[in-house]
């Protein structure tokens, strides 16, 4: 999910998700991400593309949840990469894994983005320490390592999209 892989280390048992990422000058400029977790397995919400005046529709399943040794995996549709409001699906597995210094969770699948008509890898890991985590992630067209460090139900960080561009996120729990 765009914009919520760096954004869902936040701690807490919260339903809603809000969080922004500002990538100035790209095709977006800023992308507003809203999320519900209906149960525990069902995950809706909606993205604002400023620039665009647009929404896009995002929701996120879980097929099956991780075993020790079977990642959990996923479906979901809405929002595929950072900057450009490409709608598409994607299905992922994730595992995680709990270390004596933090946690260590990996992703990868494949997506597909409609309106490119174009299906690719993604992929990506996360390190968390405490309140900060740093990580790197795959899109599909784009890649970017992230950091972001969490108070509470909030957390601030920023992304190197491309190994280039700054991006910035902000996000909440609630």
Do not use: C
Request: hydrophobic content about 35%.
């Amino acid at each position: 999910m765009a914009g919520g892989y760096g954004a869902s280390s936040a701690s807490g048992n919260y339903r809603w998700m809000l969080n922004t990422v500002w990538w100035p000058g790209s095709l977006t400029e800023d992308e507003t991400f809203l999320w519900y977790s209906v149960n525990p397995r069902l995950t809706l919400g909606t993205a604002l593309l400023y620039k665009q005046k647009a929404f896009r529709a995002l929701g996120s399943y879980l097929l099956s949840p991780e075993t020790d040794s079977l990642p959990s995996t996923h479906v979901s549709a809405g929002v595929q990469g950072i900057g450009t409001g490409n709608p598409g699906y994607s299905f992922t597995g994730e595992k995680n894994w709990n270390l004596a210094t933090g946690s260590f969770n990996v992703f990868a699948g494949l997506a597909y983005r409609t309106n490119r008509k174009i299906g690719r890898g993604v992929g990506g890991f996360k390190y968390s320490y405490g309140s900060y985590t740093i990580g790197y992630q795959n899109d599909g067209v784009e890649q970017y390592p992230f950091a972001s460090v969490s108070q509470g139900q909030w957390t601030a960080g920023f992304y190197l999209i491309g190994y280039k561009s700054p991006g910035y996120m902000l996000g909440v729990r609630f």
